[in-house]
Every structure is written in structure tokens, then in C-alpha cells.
């Protein structure tokens, strides 16, 4: 038996298995390095001591070059593992980011840093609302027609106080006028942009729309301070100088006297565009806080005056973005969001521009 050639194999061995079957041949029980162990018993003394060094160091070297091997082996197949199952963190992200803003939350985040200029600040009221809120505190009695079934979604009553009213889908964001009213002290300038809910659908009309409120109670405020809050917002919002407003006299239940607003529009490039006033287009409700609804939030109504204005955030986006159907605002459709969706990165501000 060749000894030398035992350790050659041994550091040739091409893969663990085989490295294990040759440790079988040599230091295993019926192995060969094992049986020249053996065979030192039935030696003379003699022979004995002249070879059992031999054999207890060819065992230590058969020893040595497995372990030896064993590692040389086990290193590659680590270093082959790290190459294969290696994650290149500096890869660039995809070419074309998915993500993109959609015109509505653009357009409330527009909104919100306009009027966050003029000192108005952020308030929110629950979509599933009282009646007391969406109508009774807001002056709209019961047998008021808006509170018709045909406009107003009511949900089912589940259990509770039986003779509790059942909760509408605020069918506007005024509701959030009262809450502000009924929680923080006067004076207030406060806008409130969110979901709202009409039984209505058709091209310019969806079940669920975007309104923003807006609402500022203090002494001595009067049809003036709405007339400049609405221009000074609607230049900014538009972008533009020209934008000219017309009030025209209306009803709201819950203001009075009650205006609604119209911006003037021009033909640009063949294209209806905001300012200028060839013609006039409807963009906004609004009046005086109705005395009634100050004393429904138990402020006095002669210490206290405010005004009021509430505006379809949908048809904001819509004019200012160039989009014609309401229904592809809420379909989801990635194509349109590609076309028309904002950079997620590109906030807006007032110096960068609001619709940048
Ligand atoms: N809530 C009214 C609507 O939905 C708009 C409005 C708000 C009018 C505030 C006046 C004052 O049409």
C-alpha cells in the first residue's frame, strides 16, 4: 500500500463526498491505515519499535491532510455560495419610478399650502357623520329638501340607542365648519379638504368627490375679507393675475347673505383657460356664517362673524390640468395616471411655483 499516494488523493479530492469516502479507506475501521495499526500487535518487539513510529506519524499526516482538505473544500463552496447568492446593493432603481401623485392629492396639497400662507390651518371631520353636523347645525331643518334619500347615502342603523338618528355620508365638507366651531375657540381660519358623498353619477358627477372647505370666524369680518381670501387664493391657485372672480347673489341654508362665485375664462390656443373674462364658469359656494349656525356651536352670533366657501377639489384639478372627464379621476387606470399623475418628489410650494 501506497502511502504517499493516500495523501495525493486525499488533496485531490474533488468534493466532500469523496473526501469522506477516502477518510473511510484510510482511518476508518476496516480502513488501511487502521489495519497497519492493527498489525503492530502481532509484531516482535523489534519490529514493533522500529515501525510504529512510522505508522502513528503516517496516521497523523492521513489525519492532517483530511482536515486539511476538508476546509480547502468547505471554503470554496462558501466563497461559490457568497458569489452566486450576491445582492449588488448599488443597483440603480428602475429606469422609470411606478409611483406617481394623483391630481386630487396634488391639487388638496396645493390648496393646503396656499391658504397654509394666509394662516388657515388643517382640520378634519369624519366621512360617516351625524345628521346633527352634515345638516340640523348647518340651519337645514329637517324637512329640508337636501336631506332628500335621492341626494343623501343613510346607513343602516346597528343596534344602539333605537331612537338615535341613522349617520349620513357627508354629503359636504361644511359638517367640518361646526366641529371646528364646537372644538377650538374663536377666532379660527381653518380649511378642510376630504371625501364627500351624492347619490349622482354621470360624466361631471361621481358618488364620491373631493370638497375643501373654508371657514374664518372673528369680530368684524365681513363680505370684503371673503372676496380677498377668494381672489388672493384663486390668482395663486391658478397661477395667474388675471384671474377675474363675479359674485352672484344665492342660497345656502347655512350662509346669508350666500354668493356663488364665477371666475372668468379666455380662449387660449384654441383651449378654454382660466382669467381674463370671456365667458364665466360656476367654481364656488360661499356666504356669510349664518347667524344661526354661530349659535348652534354656542358662540354669540353678535360677538362673532365669519365667513364660508366651499369648492369641488375634482373640477379645481380639472381646470387647472386640462382634464374632461370626472370618472377617470377614480378609475384607477395606470395609463391616465402615468399621463397626468405629479412626480411624488415634486412638492408644492409657494416660491417653487404651487402647480410645479
Ligand atoms: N356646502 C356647499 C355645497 O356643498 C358649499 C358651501 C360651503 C357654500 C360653504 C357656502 C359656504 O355646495
Not at 36 to 50: N, V
Not at 208 to 232: R, S
Not at 277 to 292: A, T, Y
Not at 297 to 303: F, H, Q, V
Request: with cysteine; glycine share 8%; aromatic share 8%.
Amino acid at each position: 500500500m501506497a502511502d504517499s499516494d493516500d495523501i495525493d488523493r486525499i488533496r485531490s479530492a474533488p468534493d466532500l463526498q469523496a473526501l469522506e469516502a477516502l477518510r473511510v479507506s484510510t482511518l476508518g475501521k476496516s480502513g488501511s491505515v487502521t489495519a497497519r495499526l492493527k498489525s503492530l500487535g502481532k509484531m516482535s518487539p523489534e519490529e514493533r519499535s522500529a515501525e510504529a513510529p512510522k505508522i502513528h506519524s503516517l496516521r497523523e499526516a492521513v489525519t492532517a491532510a483530511l482536515a486539511g482538505r476538508k476546509a480547502e473544500l468547505e471554503n470554496a463552496e462558501l466563497e461559490q455560495k457568497l458569489a452566486t447568492e450576491r445582492i449588488d446593493l448599488s443597483l440603480p432603481a428602475p429606469q422609470t419610478p411606478e409611483g406617481s401623485v394623483h391630481p386630487v392629492s396634488q391639487v388638496m396639497d396645493e390648496l393646503a399650502e396656499i391658504f397654509a400662507d394666509l394662516g388657515f390651518s388643517v382640520a378634519e371631520g369624519p366621512e360617516i357623520e351625524e345628521q346633527w353636523y352634515n345638516f340640523t347645525a348647518l340651519n337645514m331643518p329637517e324637512f329640508h329638501p337636501a336631506r332628500a334619500m335621492q341626494d343623501t347615502f343613510y346607513c343602516r342603523k346597528i343596534g344602539g340607542d333605537p331612537d338615535a338618528e341613522a349617520h349620513v355620508l357627508r354629503t359636504h365638507t361644511s359638517p367640518v365648519q361646526i366641529r371646528a366651531m364646537t372644538s377650538q375657540p374663536p377666532p379660527l381660519r381653518i380649511i378642510a379638504p376630504g371625501r364627500v358623498y351624492r347619490s349622482d353619477s354621470d360624466a361631471t358627477h361621481t358618488p364620491m368627490f373631493h370638497q375643501i372647505e373654508g371657514l374664518v370666524i372673528d369680530k368684524g369680518i365681513h363680505l370684503g375679507h371673503l372676496k380677498w381670501t377668494l381672489e388672493t387664493f384663486l390668482k395663486a391657485f391658478f397661477e395667474r393675475d388675471d384671474v377675474v372672480l363675479r359674485m352672484r347673489p344665492s342660497y345656502f341654508p347655512f350662509t346669508e347673505p350666500s354668493a356663488e362665485v364665477d371666475v372668468g375664462w379666455s380662449m387660449e390656443k384654441g383651449r378654454r383657460v382660466v382669467g381674463g373674462c370671456e365667458g364665466w364658469m360656476e367654481v364656488l359656494g360661499s356666504g356669510m356664517v349664518h347667524p344661526n349656525v354661530i349659535a348652534n356651536c354656542g358662540l354669540d352670533p353678535e360677538e362673532w362673524q365669519g365667513f364660508a366657501f366651499g369648492t369641488g377639489v375634482d373640477r379645481l384639478a380639472m381646470l387647472k390640468y386640462g382634464m374632461s372627464d370626472l370618472r377617470a379621476f377614480f378609475d384607477g387606470d395606470l395609463r391616465w395616471l402615468r399621463h397626468y399623475g405629479f412626480r411624488s418628489l415634486d412638492v408644492p410650494t409657494l416660491s417653487g411655483g404651487v402647480g410645479a
